[in-house]
């Protein structure tokens, strides 16, 4: 089924088709930082246009769909989609504008089910079998959804439902962009037989590289394949799942946000470090960039984890918990500090480092742990720390920080901030 027949057929048969069972919805965003420039800049509506970082490093993080005629995708070298669309316009990105159109977005689809799972600043699983007798049934739910998105945001929305999460994910990446696909158990196995291999999850393109050279072309031929022979090929766990959702069984629960949530941020260099005092100093920066945004959220977190990837691009974390829940700059920089002195790098320069908080809870509940000497009735350090916090809200980049980063290192490194939710979900540089 091609992703034009699919849209077409649910457009016009939106009100007949069997959607009782499909109440897991995906709702994906339609080239989502792109469309939020476009919403500030009207004029360059229509014309090809790539939200991107700068420099040697920098990469795609979205682009229009006239950009994407050239070949334009998300996560390619900025370097390559100007060679491939010359002329094409390029805007650097502006995450704080992207979060406050996925909070509202999040806030929106929260309306309609509490039931909400959110995988990235731009899509989101919902369940809303508990819904379907207030609002109606789930293909009238998708196109209320989309209508909301549409009125409230200026955006437009991709919908995909299904009775299960990885066939209304599926379903959603048919029907893109600015469409619904509902697909009743039933059509589910004829939908999925004729997909390539790489339409399931868990076949990434190492993975689906290696099925095709095994033979393996389309979800049927995984679908019928003996568990034995895949399993020789990807491994048993691998082969399992793959047999699974080519089958369309997937089991997994919709699973309202909870402690998997994380806050962080990540910087690629322009070129590879290894200077010591480079690396403190970018250390000391993401940790104070982290614990502001930790405590916008309203949250303390337990874990403190460091990302690093070498020059050789292998990445590692090391991470370090507190007994006490966390949100102060000095706390954060000083376990990604010694997480970064357990890391055993050699010889080895940096391409990459990030830090990130997990373990979250919301701040008012959590305990605090007082320090010997102070007054809780007197104002001090979490004082200060809102004030700056309020600063640096109005003034960006132009508020008081720490000393360390007045001078910045001679080859200042991009930052490309994580989504606020696990790595995987998060720009790729």
């Not at 499909?22 to 014309?47: I, K, N, S, W, Y």
């Not at 949530?261 to 000391?284: A, M, N």
Request: proline fraction near 7%; hydrophobic fraction near 40%.
């Amino acid at each position: 089924m091609s992703k034009q027949a699919a849209h077409r057929r649910v457009t016009l048969d939106i009100t007949t088709v069997d959607d009782a069972l499909c109440t897991v919805l995906h709702v994906d965003m339609d080239a989502f930082f792109a469309a939020v420039e476009l919403q500030r800049r009207p004029e360059l509506v229509g014309r090809p246009m790539m939200v991107a970082g700068v420099g040697g490093r920098g990469v795609v993080l979205s682009a229009t769909y006239e950009a994407r005629a050239f070949g334009v995708r998300s996560a390619i070298p900025t370097a390559q989609g100007l060679a491939r669309c010359p002329g094409i316009i390029v805007i650097p990105p502006d995450h704080q504008a992207y979060r406050d159109a996925s909070r509202r977005l999040m806030t929106l689809l929260g309306d309609i089910t509490p039931v909400l799972e959110v995988v990235s600043v731009d899509e989101a699983f919902l369940d809303v079998s508990g819904s379907v007798r207030r609002l109606g049934r789930p293909g009238r739910i998708a196109m209320k959804i989309r209508e909301a998105v549409r009125s409230e945001l200026g955006l437009t929305a991709t919908v995909g439902a299904a009775s299960t999460k990885f066939v209304a994910k599926l379903a959603s990446s048919l029907a893109k962009p600015d469409g619904i696909l509902i697909v009743p158990p039933i059509e589910v196995a004829p939908m999925l037989r004729a997909l390539p291999v790489d339409a399931l999850w868990g076949a990434g393109p190492r993975t689906a590289a290696k099925l095709r050279s095994c033979g393996f072309a389309t979800v049927a031929e995984i679908a019928d394949a003996p568990p034995g022979r895949l399993a020789a090929i990807v491994g048993s766990s691998v082969a399992h799942t793959l047999t699974e959702l080519a089958n369309g069984r997937d089991d997994r629960p919709v699973t309202p946000e909870s402690s998997d949530v994380t806050i962080g941020t990540e910087q690629t260099f322009d070129r590879d470090v290894s200077d010591e005092s480079v690396i403190r100093r970018t250390l000391l920066d993401l940790s104070t960039t982290a614990a502001r945004r930790l405590r916008q959220a309203g949250h303390v977190g337990r874990t403190v984890v460091l990302k690093i990837r070498f020059d050789d691009f292998t990445t590692i974390t090391r991470s370090e918990s507190v007994m006490t829940p966390i949100d102060d700059d000095r706390d954060i920089y000083a376990a990604a500090l010694r997480n970064w002195q357990r890391s055993a790098r050699g010889t080895r320069s940096i391409r990459l480092l990030g830090v990130r908080i997990d373990n979250l809870s919301p701040a008012g509940r959590a305990e605090e742990q007082m320090t010997l000497g102070t007054n809780p009735d007197q104002p001090g350090w979490r004082a200060a720390r809102q004030a700056v916090d309020a600063l640096a809200d109005r003034f960006g980049a132009a508020a008081p920080r720490p000393a360390a980063l007045v001078n910045r290192p001679v080859l200042p490194p991009r930052v490309v901030p994580a989504v606020d939710r696990n790595d995987s979900t998060g720009p790729r540089t």
